[in-house]
């Protein structure tokens, strides 16, 4: 039998339900029915509950059908596999829509602050800092240079500009820590209370609850089934190699949202005669060097 999942509301209007069919030769197939209303449902369209997504997993690799409740340990189990492929997803650009902006307020004389939970900046520790910019008190925008390390530690006098810092370092610290802790190091630094914006590259969030909504946008739903379903293959006690079928829709699935997020970089180049802040240009990146 079929395994339906909740329905998903098309640009047509209609509300369509998704069945991964058992096609009787070890292999399976998706089909959509559209429907005019859903009727009652334990959640909005175009949202799936985690447990749909993990019964669907596991009605793919053969785990259980329709009409059976899958066992808790089970559960756990397609919980604990998800969350691990999630936790690699964030390291591949392309499978986040976009970077997190956050704000954060800065105190005179402070030229270092630590980022994560419990520190002065109290949020999920980035991965990294794609770009930055410093808000004054006039409410006027200034961009920062976001450093690397080796230009940072080349700075020789650290302290010795006061004023609007015009960069920072992000020091995502150790790989291992008991506390995940990051240090956004201004230079130089601030002389008022400037607002820090920060534009981060964030690990996706866990799923916790079986009964929690799966706040992805309905592009991911049909990659995190068909990729849940190859982490849980071996867990789930399946033997031998990942079945082709399998295989070519968690792959496909992949590369239709790294399509959806893929941007094209904007390249600059100054016109002859122009000033800029130094002779040479990398044409790899836009940015004179």
Sequence with gaps: MPITSNYIQATDGYFYQLSIVDNGDGTFSEQYTRVADPGPNTSAPGV???????????EIIGATTLDETPDASDMQKCLRHTNLMLASWSGRKLLLQTGT???????????????????????????????????????????LTVMERDEYDAIEDKLLTTGRPEA???????TQQSAQMGAINCYGTPDAPYLLAINSQKYLTEFTN????ATFAPAYFRAIVYNGAIAIWRPMGR????????????????RIIENINHRLPIMKIDLPGTSAPSDESNIMSGDWI
């Design 210 to 213: 079986l009964t929690d909504a």
């Design 48 to 58: 799936m509950l985690v447990q749909d997504l993990f019964i669907a997993m596991m």
């Design 168 to 174: 920072i370092f992000y020091d995502a610290g150790s």
């Design 239 to 254: 033997r031998g190699a990942i079945p082709a079928d399998i295989q070519k829709a968690a792959d496909e699935s992949l």
């Design 101 to 143: 902006q956050e704000f954060f307020q800065l105190v005179p004389g402070q030229r270092s602050y630590t980022i994560g939970f419990g520190g002065n900046f109290n949020t999920p520790k980035p991965i990294n800092i794609t770009s930055a910019f410093i808000r004054d008190t006039s409410g006027v925008d200034f961009n």
